[in-house]
């Protein structure tokens, strides 16, 4: 069983905002693979259950706002008993140019404040899968402002063609691992 999470903020005011690109992703997945997510109390977000390429996968949108994402995942963790190295977790980087996707096994937090909370739950743990979506270059303001923006549609536009590969790498890395999904879909 593996674990997908998607980073994002649960309030509609943020839906379209850079920091909720974890959040689209996950959603772009709902839409191609017909699937709906569900509120579960006990794990303060929306979860759900599908197969891909023969391999049980939980879908998880943590509702605990960016800063407290690892308390969510901890949770769906310890319940489903899963390891940290069968985690893949979807983010938002303001160092990739938009729609830029990087694959990434293992690493420090890179001052993203929901993989220092998931770092933090995990007591240091770093040996979980990330995906990083590109939502740069960032303006000369503060990175909080800027992540908290709105897409322009432009941008939307470009950043749905990125999902749509973004589904694609996940297909693979499912089926394959993080090394080689490195390098078929890293740039």
């Known amino acids: 069983m593996k674990l997908i999470a998607g980073l994002g903020n649960p309030d509609t005011k943020y839906q379209f905002t850079r920091h909720n690109a974890g959040f689209m992703l996950l959603d772009y997945m709902k839409y191609k693979h017909s699937f709906e997510f569900k509120f579960e109390s006990k794990f303060n977000g929306e979860i759900a259950k599908i197969q891909m390429n023969g391999e049980s996968i939980i879908l998880l949108k943590p509702h605990t706002y960016m800063n407290l994402s690892g308390n969510a995942l901890i949770a769906v963790m310890n319940f489903y008993k899963i390891q940290p190295q069968d985690i893949l977790i979807a ?5 990739l140019p938009l729609g830029t996707l990087r694959f990434r096994a293992k690493g420090s937090d890179g001052g993203h404040n929901g993989i220092k909370s998931i770092i933090k739950v995990l007591g240091g743990n770093t040996t979980f899968d990330r995906l990083k979506i590109g939502i740069g270059p960032q303006p000369p303001i503060p990175s909080e402002a800027f992540v908290l923006q709105n897409f322009t549609q432009e941008q939307l536009e470009e950043l749905k063609m990125a999902l749509q590969r973004a589904n694609e790498a996940i297909e693979f890395y499912i089926k394959n691992d993080i090394i ?3 390098s078929k879909f890293n740039g």
């Open 180 to 182: 080689l999904t490195q």
């Open 91 to 95: 983010y938002d980087d303001i160092s």
